[in-house]
């Protein structure tokens, strides 16, 4: 076991072990200075911290891991599901979220390991082969988005809810809408990186953004920290994936029959 943990720490970069405690410190010190507000809930301050700080944690594991190309960020991201899910129902809040969790981010985890277990790079077994979408594809999605966030955000506006914000105040209406908006695109995320698409950075991107606006009219300034994370992490992954398969030749990654059927460029770091 000990050998196994020496593995795992030595194949952390030095940028990666200090922008990872980095941001742990931060969190730690943004929780004891700017404590998050839950005086309309019937709730103790320290468990809603202690959630906030466990879903920090967790979540820039997973990004690290991911941006190393590891199938075993999907294990951390289940946990993350469970911290994130349990927020959620204490909070009153950000429901399109929880059932996006439930219904979809824990089957495509699951199912996400294998895929990638599936498709290891043929020289070193430890990254997984990536790859990038076309660019009608991505008009596609982005018009598929925009349907969701107003479908679903105008069916969370007529849900009466006792949350952090009062009910049918202008500030809960634009949460409903950010967090159907924030759904779609986590949806779109999960399928990117089941298939192991350099998108998915640019969806952390957008997320990110939209989950800063959220926790802003939420008062979850601790969970700011993860978002400065995300943002960093992101443009370090997407260089990264983007290494990857600009050096690897069209048809080194993933299989033949993917190639031709899904028609997406392969690629490698």
């Known amino acids: 076991m000990k050998e196994r943990i020496v593995k795992i720490w030595n194949s952390f970069t030095l940028y990666e072990k200090i922008w990872f405690f980095s941001v742990i410190v931060l969190t730690i010190v943004v929780a004891i200075v700017f404590p998050s507000s839950v005086e309309n809930l019937d709730i103790n301050p320290a468990l809603i911290m202690g959630l906030y700080v466990a879903d920090v944690f967790t979540n820039v594991l997973c990004e690290l891991l991911i941006s190393k190309q590891s199938k075993w960020n999907f294990m951390v991201s289940l946990l993350v599901e469970v911290i994130e899910i349990v927020t959620c129902i204490i909070i009153g809040e950000r429901f399109a979220t929880m059932a996006t969790t439930i219904f979809f981010w824990i089957p495509i985890d699951i199912i996400s390991f294998i895929n990638w277990n599936r498709h290891l790079d043929r020289e070193r077994k430890e990254l997984t082969a990536v790859r990038s979408l076309k660019g009608w594809q991505e008009a596609l999605i982005l018009l598929g988005i925009a349907a969701w966030t107003v479908g679903?955000?105008?069916l969370l506006t007529q849900i009466d809810n006792e949350g952090l914000l009062e009910a049918n105040s202008t500030e809960e209406i634009i949460v409903c809408y950010l967090d159907a908006m924030v759904?779609?695109?986590?949806?779109?995320?999960?399928?990117?990186?089941f298939l192991r698409l350099k998108e998915q950075w640019i969806a952390w991107y957008v997320d990110a953004a939209?989950?800063?606006?959220?926790?802003?009219?939420l008062g979850q300034w601790v969970l700011l920290v993860l978002k400065a994370a995300y943002f960093t992490n992101t443009t370090y992954g997407y260089i990264k994936w983007t290494k990857y398969i600009?050096?690897?030749k069209e048809g080194d990654s993933g299989t033949e029959e993917e190639n031709n059927s899904i028609q997406i460029s392969d690629n490698s770091l």
């Open 183 to 193: 759904s779609a695109v986590a949806v779109c995320n999960g399928i990117f990186i």
């Open 246 to 248: 600009k050096s690897h």
């Open 210 to 217: 939209l989950e800063c606006v959220i926790n802003v009219l």
């Open 152 to 154: 679903v955000g105008y």
